[in-house]
């Protein structure tokens, strides 16, 4: 009886190890706290995302998953964010890119934090490898309150390509549109 009552008071310590906070945290947590999407904020994001730019179909995928963030020193924290992948088709139905079998670990897009000013919206940072390491953030938002329509807006951090990149003389290729209106699938 005296073991049984040693391991619960031990399940119990550990566990209260590991705080839970909201997904608006902005604020140091203490080691291996977990920021959790407690009001299902993310919800509404996820799932299949349609529009199309430039004579292009763009399918936009969102998941929600719980992340594992190791830069604070000594301070790794868990956080539900959102990944992103997407596939670009032509005119003619055929594939140009598709990141859409990346596992969620290795997503080109995920999820950072929420911005309320000016107004509400998500942020999401977009790191390509195969293009050179293109980066930039993706801020997404509802257009109104049926949340079906989402304003998509990448803004690139820079475009400076060095002689090593394949893309040295071609100019690195836009495979994601700066700005569009998607609609969820």
């Excluded at 309320?116 to 309150?145: A, E, H, M």
Aim: aromatic share 14%.
């Amino acid at each position: 009886m005296k073991n049984l009552f040693l391991f619960i008071l031990f399940c119990i310590s550990i566990s209260c190890n590991a705080q839970t906070y909201p997904l608006r945290t902005y604020t140091e947590v203490p080691p291996n706290a977990y920021i959790q999407d407690t009001n299902n904020e993310l919800v509404p994001y996820e799932g299949t995302w349609k529009g199309t730019w430039n004579g292009k179909t763009v399918f936009i995928y969102l998941k929600r998953i719980k992340d594992y963030f190791t830069h604070l020193e000594n301070k790794p924290y868990y956080k539900d964010i959102l990944v992103g992948k997407y596939k670009i088709l032509d005119s003619n139905g055929a594939i140009l890119f598709d990141s859409s079998n990346l596992s969620d670990e290795n997503a080109k897009i995920k999820g950072a934090r929420f911005l309320s000013i000016p107004n509400t919206r998500y942020i999401l940072n977009y790191i390509d490898s195969n293009l050179c390491n293109t980066s930039g953030n993706v801020s997404i938002n509802f257009t109104d309150t049926t949340k079906i329509k989402l304003n998509w807006k990448l803004n690139f951090d820079s475009k400076m390509i060095t002689t090593d990149c394949q893309y040295y003389n071609t100019g690195i290729p836009e495979v994601l549109p700066k700005e569009i209106i998607l609609t969820k699938q």
